[in-house]
């Protein structure tokens, strides 16, 4: 049984926050002080704190590369970004451009393509690789698929020997390291057109992006498969701050909604040792559905929770980071998701999830 991990991020204070008091004090790597408004102390403790001259690359190295070199061994992983708006959820998976050069802004999503790849090419001629994309965002409990606009509310199922199932998914061959950045260009591209349709920004929504590696040993004749799935939260600020009415109130509200789906899940895994016995209420949202295996015990998962280190952010800043210490006594199982079934077996499988009908339906 492997904890969750939980790290923290504060970016650099933007020019919106110039001259303001950096409201943290730091005590370690994993260990620090914040201050709030009304001079109110909080102490935190993660795995990891990534302060305000981090690198891209530690938090990739951290976080990230282990998930992503389990996966190649058919072990799933998650990795969670968690804050307010403005906090650097995107720019930590994507960068400052997915198709970012430089290293210094290059996100997790580029580093996972390049591992994923680097990974593949290195495994010998004895075993044969095959990764594919999906990409899907959650806007207003609806699941819309970001490579094909028109699948825009896909039917979370759950199957039972394949876990949670996103029915009629698009999900994207990608055969090198160019094409799936390419992929995820055109998605996040199709985020952009929905945003002005819906009058939304993108933060309005959950972006969920799912890597599947699927691993064919040769003269074993056997299939096993593994997932990376990286999420980027919506805003988790307060609806009352916003100022927000009519639909962008809807909204807020429904993502408040939907994260404290996310608290409730959370707390109740980690609310007693025995919490395979207890109810899980994964069903009372979108977003705990869709990452039903990612916390409750198939999957390895990381969350981030991305802050300002502004005084005038403290108040939600300590509310990310309440919710990454909560999270952080979830027990998360890691199981290899192994097959001894043929190619064709697996193959006729994966058909058949498309069409089942034993299927429990959100
Ligand atoms: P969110 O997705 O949480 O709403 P963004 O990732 O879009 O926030 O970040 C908001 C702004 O701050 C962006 O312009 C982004 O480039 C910048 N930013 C965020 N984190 C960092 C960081 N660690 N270093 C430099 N700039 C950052
Ligand atoms: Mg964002």
Redo the contacts with the bound molecule.
């Keep these: 049984m492997a904890s969750i991990c939980v790290c923290a991020?504060?970016?650099?204070l933007?020019s919106r926050e110039d001259g303001e008091a950096i409201c943290i004090t730091r005590s370690d790597s994993q260990s620090f002080s914040i201050k709030d408004e009304k001079d109110e102390q909080y102490m935190f403790s993660f795995d990891k704190v990534?302060y305000?001259d981090?690198e891209?690359a530690d938090v990739y190295e951290f976080l990230a590369r282990p998930i992503v070199r389990d996966a190649v061994n058919s072990i799933n992983g998650t990795i969670i970004?968690y804050?307010?708006?403005?906090?650097?959820?995107?720019?930590?998976?994507?960068g400052?451009n997915i198709l970012e050069a430089d290293n210094l802004?290059k996100g997790l999503l580029p580093r996972v393509v390049d591992e994923l790849f680097d990974a593949i090419i290195f495994c010998g001629e004895a075993t044969a690789y095959k990764i594919k994309l999906s990409m899907v965002e959650i806007y207003m409990e609806k699941v819309r698929d970001l490579f094909d606009l028109s699948k825009d509310n896909i039917q979370i199922k759950e199957h039972k020997s394949h876990g949670i199932v996103l029915s009629g998914v698009t999900e994207i061959p990608i055969l090198d390291g160019e094409e799936a950045l390419k992929v995820l260009c055109g998605g996040i591209a199709n985020r952009a057109v929905g945003e002005t349709q819906m009058n939304a920004?993108?933060?309005r929504s959950h972006c969920i992006y799912m890597f599947t590696i699927q691993k064919e040993v040769t003269n074993e004749k056997r299939v096993s498969s593994g997932k990376v799935v990286l999420v980027?939260l919506a805003?988790s600020e307060k609806v009352e701050k916003t100022g927000a009415e009519g639909k962008v109130l809807e909204e807020a509200k429904t993502i408040n909604k939907s994260l404290s789906a996310l608290g409730n899940v959370i707390s109740a895994l980690t609310s007693s040792p025995h919490a395979k016995s207890l109810h899980i209420p994964f069903r009372d949202s979108k977003l705990t559905r869709l990452l039903q295996d990612a916390l409750g015990g198939s999957s390895q998962t990381a969350l981030l929770c991305?802050c300002s280190p502004s005084l005038s952010n403290s108040s939600e800043s300590v509310s990310t980071l309440r919710f990454g210490a909560r999270a952080k006594h979830i027990k998360a199982s890691s199981s290899r998701v192994m097959s001894s079934n043929s190619k064709e077996d697996i193959d006729r499988k994966q058909q058949e999830i498309s069409a089942l009908n034993d299927v429990k339906q959100q």
């Design positions: 991020r504060f970016r650099p933007n990534f305000e981090s891209q970004t804050g307010q708006t403005g906090a650097g959820k995107t720019f930590t998976m994507e400052a802004k920004g993108s933060s980027d805003g991305c």
